[in-house]
């Protein structure tokens, strides 16, 4: 696990940029010695390529003799235990020149586990011949000296890892003013970001020295060297040469630590962020090595196997959490995953602890070194129990609509956006004679069912629904494959089937009802011929008779004339309303829209009705708002709807009452009220006072008479208009009926 966690931190492009770039050599090696990786700077401290190093042990490229060899071993072996020696070691490089270097094993953990050892290799063959041409200089600069002391010493403290940055830089300053000519009067300050670290005696003064910290190329900070007094000058104030090379090696030594330091804590970030998403994911997550050995997981893992902790499930086989007759295609998968490529979202059956199976999505991949060689597996596992009770649901859901499709009295048809034939059920071969084989793919107008004249509404509706609207009740005569001509009534609705847009259509074959529907209208004709000519005649000698042409009458046959009168005039109109609605059902209330006066014809009625208004003394008003003409409708039909609202607000308003019309007009609609004083309905009737052949049952209503029918006569004209009727009532109190008739538009559509 833990070679997994340093190659999958090394795999972060960023990482990858501040290991490659570093100035010192950097090698990873695992816990034998085996180089894993190395950076540029490694190959060119040890002047040979990046390929002629990895896989090689430590020991067999760094050292040049025996004794080297010896102690880098030794090296390693107390890496390995957290202890750190600094190794110094030297060969001649391809140039034939000598080569000296710094190597420094760091041991590298994952949690409490060992993961390799960071070796760090830094050339110091500038420094050992600074040393050399120190120690070949005059006793009297015997001081330089203290340079290299201070130059080691900061390198060892900058080379401690239990401490924190602060601490370090906070030690490196303080080893500053020993290594400069006059210590006594010398003081040192670190400037690194936004922190800046002095030696106790520090104070600005006007002789100093000034570096730049860069951290991969770009300045981070400064190191200063300040005296306290004034001294003779030598090449850089009273600077020696020798201390300008010092305090730039010191710079660089610290930007090098600087970029150690980043990197190595930026594994460990990585490294922890890695095991945060591991811990974190909600798929389960186990790592197992080449023999298919657990060796690590994620809770979501145990959760999901029904294990209580990872010490229960590392160490088992991955191939133990699959059920027995899967786990020879897992094998293959895993096969595969080395040899081709990571095998994704193979589904399978799983176990839990205890041994149930439950079906699963496993994703297997294959973890890598450096060297492109395997060196884990690891496999995502995700529980697809609800996805497949989803998917057995849609299946029966799907046969269930199959089978409502195929046995569907009515001609079900599915096309596509183009109007091609999808599907169709049974029904739809009856319908139209052609088997479903000979439609298939076939284009609905190719077929030839629609006459010229249907087609543009046709196109009409099928382009409504392909924008996401329904269409219908229309009806159409379609021709069948035998050349049948049958009346059809149709709807279409907007369908997304696996993502394409398709057109759901039902037809119904209403030829038997249309001709029914002929059939009644001629009825009709004859009835209103035979019903209303005897009547005509009854009605006109009645009236001769009451004329006194025929002769004189007494007072009671007069009565009884009058009274004939009377019943013929409403038998008349009773017929008159049956046969309306009867016309209304066979053809539709077909009507004429214009621009009317509707406040002309209210007056009409108004006018009509003042004898009658007068024999019961009941007094009429109005009230109209300035604005209400014109209006679109059907001014005989309107008429005839006010006048049964009219009729009905006199017929039950008692001698004394009042009744009163306001119709007022705003930016969508006019409203008519007809109020009365009258007797009012009980709150049982109001639901079905629009009802054909409807009369509430009370004491109170039973004697005026009627048949039910004016009320549903007004509501079927209404609605002609695209407008709706509506009514309040309070026994004792009057009626409201309100009519809101629409503007525009929708009166047409109405």
Not at 103 to 109: A, N
Not at 195 to 202: D, G, K, L, Y
Not at 352 to 370: H, M, N, Q, Y
Not at 683 to 703: C, I, K, M, N, W
Request: hydrophobic content about 35%.
């Amino acid at each position: 696990m833990e070679v997994q966690s340093v190659s999958l931190s090394k795999s972060e492009e960023v990482f990858r940029h501040i290991f490659d770039d570093a100035d010192d050599g950097m090698a990873y090696m695992d816990t034998t010695g085996k180089i894993l990786e190395a950076n540029k700077s490694v190959a060119r401290v040890l002047g040979k390529p990046k390929g002629d190093l990895l896989g090689k042990h430590f020991s067999d490229v760094c050292a040049a003799s025996p004794e080297e060899k010896s102690n880098a071993e030794r090296a390693f072996r107390q890496a390995l235990t957290g202890k750190k020696i600094l190794l110094n070691l030297h060969f001649k490089d391809e140039k034939g020149e000598e080569v000296d270097f710094e190597c420094l094993p760091s041991l590298i953990k994952s949690g409490n586990r060992i993961s390799g050892v960071m070796t760090i290799m830094r050339n110091v063959t500038e420094r050992k011949r600074t040393e050399e041409s120190l120690r070949k200089r005059t006793h009297d600069l015997r001081e330089r000296v203290k340079e290299l002391n201070c130059l080691f010493g900061v390198s060892k403290c900058l080379t401690e890892t239990d401490v924190s940055d602060d601490e370090v830089l906070q030690n490196t300053v303080g080893l500053i003013p020993d290594g400069w000519h006059y210590p006594d009067i010398t003081c040192a300050r670190i400037r690194y970001e936004d922190r800046q670290f002095v030696t106790r005696n520090f104070r600005e003064t006007e002789w100093k020295q000034v570096t730049d910290i860069e951290v991969s190329g770009d300045k981070s900070g400064t190191v200063e060297v300040y005296y306290l007094e004034e001294r003779p000058p030598f090449h850089e104030g009273p600077f020696l040469k020798e201390e300008r090379d010092l305090i730039d090696a010191l710079a660089r030594e610290i930007g090098e630590y600087v970029e150690r330091a980043s990197f190595l804590n930026a594994v460990q970030e990585s490294e922890k962020r890695l095991r945060s998403i591991l811990e974190s994911s909600p798929d389960a997550i186990t790592v197992a090595d080449l023999n298919g050995e657990i060796v690590d997981c994620n809770q979501e893992a145990l959760n999901l196997h029904g294990f209580s902790s990872k010490g229960e499930l590392i160490g088992k086989s991955a191939l133990d959490l699959i059920a027995k007759d899967n786990r020879r295609r897992a094998a293959k998968n895993v096969e595969n995953a080395l040899k081709v490529g990571p095998a994704k979202n193979v589904e399978s059956v799983c176990l839990t602890k205890d041994g149930r199976e439950f079906p699963a999505e496993i994703s297997a991949s294959v973890l890598r070194d450096a060297s492109g060689n395997p060196t884990h597996f690891i496999g995502i596992t995700k529980d697809i129990t609800k996805r497949k009770e989803a998917e057995e649901e849609l299946r029966r859901s799907e046969e269930r609509f199959r089978t409502l499709f195929e046995f569907a009295p009515d001609a079900c048809v599915l096309f596509d956006a183009e109007g091609n034939f999808v599907d169709g059920n049974k029904a739809a071969e009856k319908l139209l004679g052609y088997t479903l084989e000979e439609v298939l793919g076939r284009n609905l107008f190719d077929l030839g069912v629609f006459s010229p004249e249907d087609i543009e509404c046709v196109l009409e509706n099928l382009m409504k629904t392909v924008n996401g609207q329904p269409s219908g009740p229309d009806e159409f005569v379609l021709k069948r494959k035998d050349g049948d001509r049958i009346s059809v009534e149709t709807r279409t609705l907007p369908m997304n089937i696996e993502g394409r847009d398709m057109i759901y259509a039902i037809a119904r074959d209403i030829t038997l009802r249309k001709q029914a529907e002929e059939a009644k209208v001629g009825l009709i004709s004859n009835i209103s011929h035979e019903l209303r000519t005897p009547l005509t005649s009854i009605h006109g000698y009645v009236r001769v008779l009451l004329s006194g042409k025929m002769g004189e009458f007494s007072e009671e046959q007069k009565k009884a004339l009058e009274v004939i009168a009377e019943e013929s005039d409403r038998l008349r109109g009773l017929i008159d309303s049956f046969l309306d609605l009867m016309t209304i059902d066979a053809e539709g209330l077909k009507m004429d829209v214009n621009e009317i006066s509707l406040s002309q014809v209210i007056d009409s009625l108004m006018s009509s009705m003042e004898m009658e208004l007068e024999k019961k003394e009941v007094s009429l008003s109005k009230d109209f708002s300035p604005d209400l003409d014109p209006i679109m409708g059907n001014e005989a039909k309107l008429r005839q709807a006010l006048s049964n609202l009219l009729d009905n607000a006199i017929k039950f308003t008692s001698s004394g009452g009042a009744i009163q019309i306001t119709a007022k007009r705003d930016d969508k609609a006019v409203v008519v009220e007809v109020a009365d004083t009258g007797i009012g309905i009980i709150p049982e009737d109001l639901p079905h006072v629009f009802e054909r052949f409807y009369q509430a049952d009370s004491s109170s209503t039973r004697g005026f008479g009627g048949a039910g029918l004016g009320l549903a006569i007004c509501k079927e004209i209404v609605e002609a208009h695209g407008g709706r009727i509506e009514v309040e009532s309070e026994i004792g109190k009057g009626s409201v009926f309100r009519v809101v008739l629409p503007l525009g538009k929708e009166v047409i559509d109405g």
